[in-house]
Every structure is written in C-alpha cells, then in structure tokens.
C-alpha cells in the first residue's frame, strides 16, 4: 500500500523558515517523481514544486521560486520542502504527492498545516 | 487568476448526471495530459481521472473524462451523496513549465 506521510509542519512567524519532510512507504520510492502541492485555508489547490526520480529536473512555482527548495533522498525514501522567507500567504497545507511524469499526481499524504503569523 | 477555468458549482438531483468543464489554451490542456482531482470534505484530495479519460483502480465508471481541444470535462452519471466534493481539473502547462490546477468545481447533490 503506497503511504506518503508528511511532517515538519507548524506555526511560524513572517520571515521565518521551516522544513518539511514526507516519508513514503509500498512502492520503489527512487522511479518517480515527486511533487509539493499546498491549499490555503478555504482556497483551491496550488502546485508548489517538483523533483524528478533522480533530482535531475527541479520545478518550482513563481510564487516561491527563489524561497523554497525541494530535494529528496532516495536511500531514505524521503521528500523534503525547505521553506525560507515565510510570507503570510504562504500559510496552507502542504500534500505530498507521488507523480507520474508531469502529467498526474496519484497518492496523496494526508498534509501537513503551516501557519504563518506573528 | 487561474490558468485553467472552471465553473464555480453545478448542481443535480440524485441519480442524474453532471458535467464540469475546464477550459485552458494550447499551452496547457491543448497539448498536455489533463487530470481530475475529487476532493470530499475534510480529506485530501484524490485522483479520479488522469490522461484525459483514463480511470484509476477503484473509480467507478460513473465518472468519466473527455478532452477536446483545449477543453476538457468531467461527467459524473448515477449521482449519488457520496459525490458532494470539490473537483479540480490540472495539467502541466509548457510555457509556464508549471502544473496549473483549476479554482474548482463545488458539486452538490439536491
């Protein structure tokens, strides 16, 4: 069974940094890609950020481009969000998704909340 | 603004059909893979259709997918309860060398 399982999240103030971590399970973690997807309280679902299988392409959306960087550790099975220069609309919660090209995401952790505010 | 545009809720009695369209430009939905996202509420979202029209293990054959041009749609047949959510539509879009989702789709079931 594929799990994906996210941490690291939490209250923050502006300015401040913070790091996520997703710890996948039930599949061969180092054959696909993996993406970052956030949703801000009551608001739709907006990409983050994508990592191929061997961090050889690396995405990020215009409005954390320069802030946030994605990375990953296929011997530990693990994805990872570094989040800098926390803004007030970044608070959201953060998915982990497993993806299959650029095309779909198709497991999806359970997400973990950031809240930035002073 | 999104990059992709969805109508903001459709609405139906139980047992008809919806459909949901998603409209977006050659550089998105007309050249790429386009993928449904069902989000019932409280949860995480999860994948109805990707490839278009192509349905993972476990979804019904109630929902269906189509795309033409740079249009696609999601039908849902048999509604029933069950399928009060919100549906996203997505696809990676080349010029931007972004994934961009739709703002959503709030089904509600009369």
């Known amino acids: 069974e594929v799990q994906l399982v996210e941490s690291g999240g939490g209250l923050v103030k502006p300015g401040g940094s913070l790091r996520l971590s997703c710890a996948a399970s039930?599949?061969?973690?180092?054959?696909?890609?993996m993406n970052w997807v956030r949703q801000a309280p009551g608001k739709g679902l907006e990409w983050v950020s994508s990592?191929?299988?061997?961090?050889?392409?690396?995405y990020y959306a215009d409005s954390v481009k320069g802030r946030f960087t994605i990375s990953r550790d296929n011997a530990k099975n693990s994805l990872y969000l570094q989040m800098d220069s926390l803004r007030a609309e970044d608070t959201a919660v953060y998915y982990c998704?497993?993806?299959?090209?650029?095309?779909?995401?198709?497991?999806w952790g359970q997400g973990t909340l950031v809240t930035v505010s002073s | 603004q999104s990059v992709l545009t969805q109508p903001p809720s459709v609405s139906a009695a139980p047992g008809q059909k919806v459909t949901i369209s998603c409209s977006g430009s050659?550089?998105?939905?007309?050249?790429?893979?386009v993928s449904w996202y069902q989000q019932l509420p409280g949860t995480a979202p999860k994948l109805l259709i990707y490839?278009?029209?192509k349905r993972p293990s476990g979804i019904p054959d109630r929902f269906s997918g189509s795309k033409s041009g740079t249009s696609a749609t999601l039908g849902i047949t048999g509604l029933q309860t069950g399928d009060e959510a919100d549906y996203y539509c997505?696809?990676?879009?080349?010029?931007?060398?972004?994934?961009?989702f739709g703002p959503g789709t709030k089904v509600t079931v009369l």
């Open positions: 490839d278009n029209n």
């Open positions: 990592i191929s299988s061997s961090s050889s392409y690396i």
């Open positions: 050659s550089s998105n939905i007309g050249n790429n893979y």
């Open positions: 039930g599949f061969t973690f180092s054959n696909y890609n």
């Open positions: 998704t497993r993806g299959y090209s650029s095309s779909f995401f198709d497991f």
């Open positions: 997505g696809a990676w879009d080349s010029s931007l060398s972004a994934y961009v």
